[in-house]
């Protein structure tokens, strides 16, 4: 196969800030977690959690739904309590341009 073989729907390269963290909860669950900062997501963060290989697009607002850090993660409602804890200090508001 060759590259011409591929249909692209979307094909771009930017600079991007990436925060990498590794921090133990209260409850003792351990997080290695990479937060990328990029203009691709209306201003919301692309967090990956380095151990389970799992990751989400999420904002502050994200963090108030419920089931979302337990689904997104796989982690039970005790570890998703704690880091979402974690993750409003670290996540801000969406912020949509035009």
Not at 2 to 18: G, P, R, V
Not at 66 to 94: K, T
């Amino acid at each position: 196969m060759h590259l011409k073989d591929y249909d692209f729907l979307s094909d771009s390269t930017e600079m991007t800030s990436t925060r990498f963290v590794t921090f133990i909860t209260p409850g003792l669950h351990r997080f290695d977690l990479a937060i990328v900062t990029t203009s691709r997501f209306y201003g919301k963060k692309l967090v990956i959690d380095m151990q389970s290989g799992r990751s989400g697009v999420l904002a502050a607002d994200d963090l108030e739904e419920d089931g979302v850090i337990e689904s997104v993660f796989r982690v039970d409602e005790e570890a998703a309590a704690e880091l979402s804890a974690f993750l409003h200090l670290v996540l801000g508001d969406v912020h949509f341009t035009d």
